[in-house]
């Protein structure tokens, strides 16, 4: 797993696990790994163009696209805490 901890641009997230502690996990098209932005239960972040929307565990779901993928604009400011904001959508 790669931590964010500056801006990023994200292109070809195939889905997004979000958890209620305010963590978002990336999968990427083609990579082996979750990109993880580790952000506060208050932080500002903002999905759209979501197809569904499943509960995988406790706290925790995933989000697909209602596109091919998800872009994402990821603002952080280090590896825990981050307030964004995350902003996803389908191009």
């Given at each position: 797993?790669?931590?964010?901890?500056?801006?990023?641009?994200?292109?070809?997230v195939e889905h997004?696990?979000g958890?209620g502690?305010?963590m978002?996990?990336?999968?990427?098209?083609g990579?082996n790994?979750?990109?993880?932005?580790?952000?506060?239960?208050?932080?500002?972040?903002?999905?759209?163009?979501?197809?569904s929307?499943?509960?995988?565990?406790?706290?925790?779901?995933?989000?697909?696209?209602?596109?091919e993928?998800?872009v994402?604009?990821?603002a952080?400011e280090?590896?825990?805490?981050?307030?964004?904001?995350?902003r996803?959508?389908c191009?």
């Open positions: 797993m790669a931590r964010i901890t500056q801006p990023t641009r994200l292109d070809r997004i696990i958890s502690t305010g978002l996990d990336f999968a990427v098209e990579e790994d979750y990109y993880t932005w580790d952000g506060g239960e208050d932080a500002d972040w903002k999905i759209e163009d979501v197809d929307v499943e509960n995988i565990d406790e706290d925790r779901f995933i989000m697909y696209p209602d596109g993928a998800f994402c604009d990821i952080s280090g590896e825990e805490g981050n307030t964004g904001p995350v996803c959508w191009e």
